[in-house]
């Protein structure tokens, strides 16, 4: 099992700045990537921003240019930095850890975060 922690999120001025950090725990051995997701009310949860444990990247066409995202291995860590915040960035913003297929492929969700971009 894993145990993700998710912080950061809140409230946000249109065009600011957001950072959210989720830790790892439990059998961080199985994790292959960590990433964040989001899911704004009436839509389907779609992706933020990944990275492996290699350092590999990738993000979705909504946030590419506006985000950096980065994984700390040792304390398995991963943070997202966005900015240039638009309104539509609003959503409860979710952390991901996804398991070596070899381990037996599962992903890892934490609870939550909302983030609240304000025009």
């Known amino acids: 099992q894993v145990q993700l922690v998710e912080s950061g999120g809140g409230l946000v001025q249109s065009g600011g700045f957001l950072r959210l950090s989720c830790a790892a725990s439990g059998s961080i051995f199985l994790i ?67 398991t070596y297929p070899t381990l037996g492929k599962r992903d890892y969700w934490g609870p939550g975060t909302q983030v609240t971009v304000s025009s």
């Not at 990537?33 to 899911?39: D, I, K, L, N, T």
């Open 32 to 98: 292959a990537a960590m990433g964040w997701f989001r899911q704004a009310p009436g839509k389907q949860r779609e992706l933020v921003a990944t990275v492996t444990r290699e350092g590999s990247t990738n993000s979705s066409d909504s946030v590419k240019g506006r985000v950096t995202i980065s994984l700390d291995n040792a304390k398995n860590t991963v943070t997202l930095q966005m900015n240039g915040l638009k309104p539509e960035d609003t959503a409860v913003y979710y952390c991901n850890a996804g």
